[in-house]
């Protein structure tokens, strides 16, 4: 099974470096490995493999160089990048990471002009419907129940996925933390995980959490900070025209791991179709430039809408979803009358027969998910 970005990435390493960051276990390995049968590959969690990078005697005698967790090298953007300006794309240069490169705080010297970067996600209802031919609505159950990382989604087992996820947050929590920052308390991280994952959807209080763990609302804001820079979380802020004034107002936040979710339909629902407007948003960023951005809606008199996708500045879509019945959202309609550019869609799991209600459309889950590249645009 190819990964949706793989195209992407063998175009772009004929120019410049490509860092590919993403959740750990999403499958970033072995995506390298599929870009060409002719690789080196090294892990500078490996004792031998960081040895081999530090002294930089690698085979040359290869298409690719793939250096995995290379960003917890110190000043490793320096060393990456005298590799790139002496030797330049022989082999081609490929860096992968489970935290994010761009933001990495150990990063040092800039690599401007000379990468591209690149984010994978978890699956989504379109890439198994494109790559492994499934149905949409058997894709959209299993994503539900199993999550979107592929190991437990072709493993087909809520057993092992179970046994997966466990494994899987303690080895974040337990290793890929402590090697970004210099945290003490992991279990009031764990703990925090845990509120986040019965609290998909709502807005969340930095006071609230606070109170619950015992911290300050700062401590609380950069934990926050530091699980999104793991790929364990991801914000949405309300939209408003003031960037800085939504950064203010209350996130809500999503869990990569669709199937994590604590809660009902409506929770897991809500929480699959952000990943996936999340992920066609990003690969919009990477592919082509423009700049996008995921918020919600909400107005003095609580009125919500769940999504509203900006594009390049632009107000494009807007979200709302919903688990049962086929009664349009009154708030879909009072945004509109704001945000007149933006297409209206209103996302019902199990829905019998699509609807429309003035430029306002109503579609099964299903359907949605799996025909959402083409119905992005800016």
Same mark, same amino acid.
């Given at each position: &099974?190819?990964?949706?970005?793989?195209?992407?990435?063998?175009?772009?390493?004929?120019?410049?470096?490509?860092? $590919?960051?993403?959740?750990?276990?999403?499958?970033?390995?072995? $995506?390298?490995?599929?870009?060409?049968?002719?690789?080196?590959?090294?892990?500078?969690?490996?004792?031998?493999?960081?040895? +081999?990078?530090?002294?930089?005697?690698?085979?040359?005698?290869?298409?690719?160089?793939?250096?995995?967790?290379?960003?917890? &090298?110190?000043?490793?953007?320096?060393?990456?990048?005298?590799?790139?300006?002496?030797?330049?794309?022989?082999?081609?240069?490929?860096?992968?990471?489970?935290?994010?490169?761009?933001?990495?705080?150990?990063?040092?010297?800039?690599?401007?002009?000379?990468?591209?970067?690149?984010?994978?996600?978890?699956?989504?209802?379109?890439?198994?419907?494109?790559?492994?031919?499934?149905?949409?609505?058997?894709?959209?159950?299993?994503?539900?129940?199993?999550?979107?990382?592929?190991?437990?989604?072709?493993?087909?087992?809520?057993?092992?996925? =179970?046994?997966?996820? !466990?494994?899987?947050?303690?080895?974040?929590?337990?290793?890929?933390?402590?090697?970004?920052? =210099?945290?003490?308390?992991? =279990?009031?991280?764990?703990?925090?995980?845990?509120?986040?994952?019965?609290?998909?959807?709502?807005?969340?209080?930095?006071?609230? +959490?606070?109170?619950?763990?015992?911290?300050?609302?700062?401590?609380?804001?950069?934990?926050?900070?530091? $699980?999104?820079?793991?790929?364990?979380?991801?914000?949405?802020?309300?939209?408003?025209?003031?960037?800085? !004034?939504?950064?203010?107002?209350?996130?809500?936040?999503?869990?990569?791991?669709?199937?994590?979710?604590?809660?009902? &339909?409506?929770?897991?629902?809500?929480?699959?179709?952000?990943?996936?407007?999340?992920?066609? $948003?990003?690969?919009?960023?990477?592919?082509?430039?423009?700049?996008?951005?995921?918020?919600?809606?909400?107005?003095?008199?609580?009125?919500?809408?769940?999504?509203?996708?900006?594009?390049?500045?632009?107000?494009?879509?807007?979200?709302?979803?919903?688990?049962?019945?086929?009664?349009?959202?009154?708030?879909?309609?009072?945004?509109?009358?704001?945000?007149?550019?933006?297409?209206?869609?209103?996302?019902?799991?199990?829905?019998?027969?699509?609807?429309?209600?003035?430029?306002? !459309?109503?579609?099964?889950?299903?359907?949605?998910?799996?025909?959402?590249?083409?119905?992005?645009?800016?």
């Amino acid at each position: &099974m190819e990964r949706y970005l793989n195209e992407y990435i063998r175009r772009d390493l004929k120019e410049k470096i490509v860092l $590919l960051s993403g959740p750990r276990q999403v499958g970033k390995t072995t $995506l390298a490995r599929q870009l060409t049968s002719s690789h080196v590959y090294l892990n500078y969690d490996a004792a031998a493999d960081r040895r +081999l990078l530090q002294s930089q005697e690698w085979d040359r005698d290869c298409d690719l160089a793939v250096f995995d967790e290379l960003h917890k &090298m110190k000043r490793w953007k320096a060393w990456i990048k005298g590799i790139f300006d002496t030797e330049g794309t022989t082999p081609q240069l490929l860096v992968t990471g489970s935290a994010r490169l761009d933001t990495y705080k150990k990063g040092g010297d800039s690599l401007a002009g000379r990468f591209y970067a690149y984010r994978l996600h978890p699956l989504t209802v379109h890439e198994i419907c494109t790559f492994l031919e499934e149905s949409p609505q058997t894709a959209l159950d299993k994503l539900l129940t199993l999550g979107g990382f592929p190991e437990p989604y072709l493993k087909n087992s809520e057993t092992f996925a =179970k046994r997966f996820r !466990r494994m899987h947050t303690d080895t974040i929590v337990r290793e890929d933390l402590l090697d970004l920052e =210099k945290v003490r308390d992991i =279990k009031s991280i764990e703990i925090l995980i845990d509120l986040l994952r019965g609290r998909i959807g709502a807005t969340t209080s930095f006071a609230t +959490l606070a109170n619950d763990l015992q911290v300050s609302i700062h401590t609380v804001k950069h934990w926050l900070q530091i $699980l999104e820079n793991l790929y364990i979380i991801f914000s949405v802020r309300p939209y408003h025209k003031n960037i800085a !004034r939504s950064l203010l107002k209350e996130a809500k936040y999503y869990l990569y791991d669709t199937g994590a979710v604590e809660g009902g &339909m409506g929770a897991r629902l809500e929480n699959v179709v952000a990943c996936a407007l999340l992920r066609q $948003l990003h690969f919009l960023e990477d592919t082509t430039g423009s700049k996008t951005a995921l918020h919600y809606l909400r107005d003095k008199e609580k009125n919500e809408v769940d999504f509203l996708i900006v594009i390049d500045n632009k107000p494009v879509m807007m979200v709302e979803v919903k688990s049962s019945g086929d009664d349009f959202s009154s708030a879909l309609f009072r945004f509109q009358g704001f945000l007149a550019q933006a297409r209206a869609f209103q996302v019902v799991y199990g829905l019998r027969r699509n609807r429309s209600r003035g430029d306002a !459309r109503m579609l099964p889950a299903h359907e949605f998910l799996n025909n959402l590249p083409s119905l992005i645009s800016p």
